[in-house]
């Protein structure tokens, strides 16, 4: 991680005045992907670069660089014509610490700002990873996540009492950097498998020894499984699959 470039990133997209100078796109952009493109490479000439029918986040002339929020799904067409001509690395920032304000559809007034109680980690990355998992061996691929401590606000625009379920959210501000991990290679993938994990695990055991108290994982195994990393046994603990360290990847 880089602290400092950071901030130099959040300092020219956050400073007031900034995105009115630079134009109606930047104006348009989400302030967390505007950010992070801004922390990836700081030179706007890299910035929007049209490829073989598809606009690039980044291009730096050696290779792509693409910010993603979110809906992994989308990047597939992306990903079958980028990766046949360049490198390509996604980063996804993932919320760590989060604060919430709610804000008034109608008149725009801010409301009380909230911790969220849930605290981010690279796992919550497999959702999506999932959608683009026949990509994730490729050479040519790489995934940088972030976690990071951000400000969220999000419309009262939903239903019931107090108008939160279903509603929408308006903007993300990256406020720190708490984590990082470049996944290069389908070996880099062993980090989410805890050491304390015995011969043969299920998903729930993966869950436990990494400290979650919900049931399975079974996105991370699969994304693990596709990319050769684990193997099933081919036998059952109750309903559960078994699950083992591919041969090749034992120390």
């Known amino acids: 991680m880089d602290t400092i470039r950071f901030e130099e990133a959040r300092r020219r997209i956050l400073v007031p005045g900034e995105r009115e100078r630079r134009g109606i ?6 302030t967390l992907h505007a950010v992070f493109k801004y922390y990836e490479d700081p030179d706007e000439d890299h910035h929007e670069i049209p490829i073989e029918g598809y606009i690039a986040d ?11 929020n979110g809906n992994f799904g989308k990047m597939r067409e992306k990903l079958e014509t980028f990766l046949l001509l360049w490198p390509v690395r996604i980063v996804y920032p993932l919320p760590h610490i989060k604060h919430v304000t709610w804000i008034d559809p109608e008149t725009g007034a801010q409301g009380k700002r909230s911790r969220s109680p849930k605290r981010g980690s690279f796992y919550d990355a ?3 990873l999932c959608r683009i998992r026949s990509f994730l061996a490729d050479p040519h691929l790489s995934i940088e996540l972030l976690l990071v401590d951000m400000e969220e606000y999000r419309l009262q625009d939903g239903w019931g009492k107090n108008g939160k379920r279903g509603s929408h959210r308006f903007d993300r501000v990256p406020i720190s950097l708490a984590g990082e991990l470049l996944l290069d290679s389908p070996r880099d993938y062993l980090a989410f498998l805890p050491y304390e994990l015995p011969e043969e695990f299920t998903s729930a055991d993966v869950a436990k020894h990494a400290g979650f108290r919900r ?14 990393v684990i193997e099933r046994t081919g036998e059952k603990r109750g309903r559960a699959w078994l699950y083992r360290i591919a041969p090749s990847f034992r120390d």
């Open 215 to 228: 049931d399975g994982f079974s996105s991370v195994l699969l994304v693990l499984r596709e990319l050769g």
């Open 58 to 68: 980044i291009f730096t002339g050696r290779g792509i660089i693409e910010i993603q």
């Open 126 to 128: 497999f959702r999506e």
């Open 25 to 30: 796109g930047m104006q348009m952009e989400k």
